[in-house]
């Protein structure tokens, strides 16, 4: 299989999803960092659709007992690196909030297990020669992730930043979420094709 050179759909939905992250508007409370706060939330999304993805991509391969993994390690690798591009930028948007990191705030450290879970997974199933092994430690991924941001509490992390927000920034959080979930896509459909 030949590599591809040029990610285009790459770079087309990380350019659209930029401009329209520049292109938001602010709101009273958090100005300019409502930007941020876009970006945060859209790779979380993205990283969450990944692990669902790769979850059920495990499930199916475990049943169907299918030996090539390509799509799924696409996957898992594309999930580690949005959670943990997302990990980061939450924790620059606690900094430039509040002055400082809670290391002690729960979805800090629900999001710092998730990225050294997922990136340990990762590297096990890759040297991994076994498909059920495979498939198991990628379904187990999935529902992990899950139930740990699902039971995982918040002490400053707002619950829905954007649910109170008025319809333009509603607007501008699912078109910017929406770029962000197809360059997921395009980075899996790349990182396929690299193998």
Not at 48 to 57: E, H, Q, R, Y
């Amino acid at each position: 299989m030949t590599k591809e050179k040029s990610p285009a759909g790459i770079i087309l939905f990380l350019f659209i999803g930029l401009l329209l992250i520049l292109l938001s508007p602010e709101d009273k409370e958090s100005g300019m960092l409502l930007k941020l706060v876009f970006l945060h939330s859209a790779l979380i999304t993205a990283g969450l659709s990944l692990f669902t993805a790769g979850g059920i991509v495990g499930l199916i391969s475990l049943l169907r007992k299918v030996s090539g993994f390509t799509l799924l390690f696409a996957i898992e690798k594309t999930a580690v690196i949005f959670w943990v591009a997302a990990s980061i930028i939450g924790g620059i948007i606690s900094l430039l909030a509040w002055g400082e990191v809670f290391l002690d705030m729960p979805r800090l450290i629900a999001a710092v297990i998730v990225s050294l879970l997922s990136a340990g997974i990762y590297f096990i199933s890759t040297a991994s020669k076994n498909p059920r092994i495979i498939s198991f430690l990628v379904i187990g991924l999935g529902l992990s992730v899950w139930t740990l941001i699902m039971n995982t509490g918040k002490i400053i992390h707002p619950d829905n930043p954007f649910g109170a927000s008025g319809p333009a920034i509603k607007f501008y959080f699912i078109i910017i979420t929406l770029a962000f979930l197809m360059l997921s896509i395009q980075v899996v459909r790349w990182m396929k094709k690299q193998k």
